[in-house]
Every structure is written in C-alpha cells, then in structure tokens.
Nanobody, 120 residues
Framework: QVQLVESGGGLVQPGGSLRLSCAAS????????MGWYRQAPEKQRELVAT???????NYADSVKGRFTISRDNGKNTVWLQMNSLKPEDTAVYSC??????????????WGQGTQVTVSS
C-alpha cells in the first residue's frame, strides 16, 4: 500500500504565501515524477508543477515566477512554495506521484487534496 499525505493549505490574503507538503509512505521502491495539480470550482483539474527524481521542474505558465516545487528523495516528500498568491489560485491542490512499489507495480498515486483559498 502506498499513501500520499498532504498538508499546508489554508486561507491567505492576496499577495501572501503558503507552503504545501506531500509525503509518500508505504511499500515504495522508487518514486519518479512528483507533482501538484489543482482544481477550482466548476473547472477541470490542471497541472501546477512537476519535478522529476533528478530535479527537472516544469510549471504552468500561470504560476511561473511565483511558485517553486522541490523534493527530498530521501524523505519521499515534495513541497510547493507559493508566493504572491492571487484569488485565481484558489483551488483544491492535490499531490501526484509516479511510484514503483516493492510489489513490482508502477502506478500514479494521488493525495486527498488540500484547500487553498486566497481572499481578503
């Protein structure tokens, strides 16, 4: 069994910052790409940022220069530092990880999601 647990969401004023974290646990052999996605009300889920096991990052144009994704391979953890937050960043943020388990299966796993609300 593999589990992803997210934390760090909340309510913040425009221009503020939040840091999300996502820790993977369970029967993990290795983790490939990890990423953050978000879904706003009545909108489709969209990619926010991804990071490979080697540290290569990719960002949605809407968050470039404001958000930073990072990871610690030894801790099976990925973070999303969000600065200069805007009301349009309001969404449920979910962590995703491409995991090769000790049972020999490779699959994408999702966290439960954490709410981020940007409002004055």
């Amino acid at each position: 069994q593999v589990q992803l647990v997210e934390s760090g969401g909340g309510l913040v004023q425009p221009g503020g910052s939040l840091r999300l974290s996502c820790a993977a646990s369970g029967s993990i052999f290795s983790i490939y790409t990890m990423g953050w996605y978000r879904q706003a009300p009545e909108k489709q889920r969209e990619l926010v940022a991804t990071i490979t096991s080697g540290g290569t990052t990719n960002y949605a144009d809407s968050v470039k220069g404001r958000f930073t994704i990072s990871r610690d391979n030894g801790k099976n953890t990925v973070w999303l530092q969000m600065n200069s937050l805007k009301p349009e960043d309001t969404a449920v943020y979910s962590c995703n990880a491409d995991i090769f388990s000790q049972s020999g299966l490779r699959a994408g796993h999702w966290g439960q999601g954490t709410q981020v609300t940007v409002s004055s």
